[in-house]
């Protein structure tokens, strides 16, 4: 299938290492995060979320953090396997009110067996 | 498969011809959205249904795109006079408005202009 990240940072980790992806926001105002991970020639698939009164939140095998200080977003996935490899995208809502979401460029994450 | 389905998954058109995709949504969801997304790039919005009613448009959608839910549950989104650069996966999403705000995409369709 078409791959949907030619040219993203790369993030290579060991099986059963665990793995951090980043990722900065633009807009102090928005109140929704969103972690979606893609596989090549699928759709994004929703792994976790956040809302902004909220510093950490924690899901089966991933955790996700935001610091608003500093407009940070991270997803931790705790003891990677060979399939958590693919491309992962942070959303965030920028518009309180509205459903639009905009996306950050993506990170894809390769995991060595 | 109760997820979101969309149709054709491929498309290759002739630039200039007219192409449509349809989206039918996750039993239930009253929200859809159409993305788009290019090559090595995040998802861009597009624009956003509450059941028939289209309530966001972003500037992305051009006078050529036209979507549309006229009965609240499928959509489609036309693309007419098709350029190279309407090269895209077009992906649709949906959601509920009583369940929080988890958005679920389809596969997306493909399409390229030659």
């Known amino acids: 299938g078409e791959s949907v990240g030619l040219h993203l940072p790369t993030l290579s980790v060991q099986e059963g290492d665990n793995s951090i992806i980043n990722c900065a926001y633009s807009?102090?105002?928005?109140?929704?995060f969103i972690w979606y991970k893609q596989e090549s020639g699928k759709g994004p698939q929703f792994i976790i979320d956040?809302?902004?009164?909220?510093d950490k939140r924690q899901g089966q095998r991933v955790t996700v953090l935001l610091n608003k200080t500093v407009k940070h977003l991270s997803l931790q996935i705790a003891a990677t396997q060979p399939g958590d490899s693919a491309v992962y995208f942070c959303?965030?809502?920028?518009?309180?009110?509205?459903?639009?979401?905009?996306f950050g460029s993506g990170t894809r994450l390769q995991v060595q067996p | 498969d109760t997820g979101v389905s969309q149709d054709p998954r491929h498309k290759i058109t002739k630039r200039g011809q007219n192409v449509t995709f349809r989206c039918d949504p996750i039993?239930?969801?009253?929200?859809l959205y159409w993305y788009r997304q290019t090559l090595g790039q995040g998802p861009e919005f597009l624009t956003y249904?509450?059941?028939?009613?289209?309530?966001?448009k972003s500037r992305l959608l051009s006078d050529r795109f036209s979507a549309e839910r006229p009965k609240g549950s499928f959509s489609t989104l036309e693309i007419q006079r098709t350029e190279q650069g309407d090269s895209a996966m077009y992906l649709c999403a949906t959601d509920r408005s009583s369940s929080g705000n988890t958005i679920y995409f389809g596969e997306g369709s493909w399409l390229t202009v030659v």
């Open positions: 956040i809302r902004s009164n909220m």
């Open positions: 249904f509450q059941n028939e009613a289209q309530l966001e």
């Open positions: 039993s239930e969801h009253n929200r």
């Open positions: 959303a965030e809502n920028k518009t309180p009110g509205r459903r639009a979401l905009t």
């Open positions: 807009n102090s105002a928005s109140d929704y």
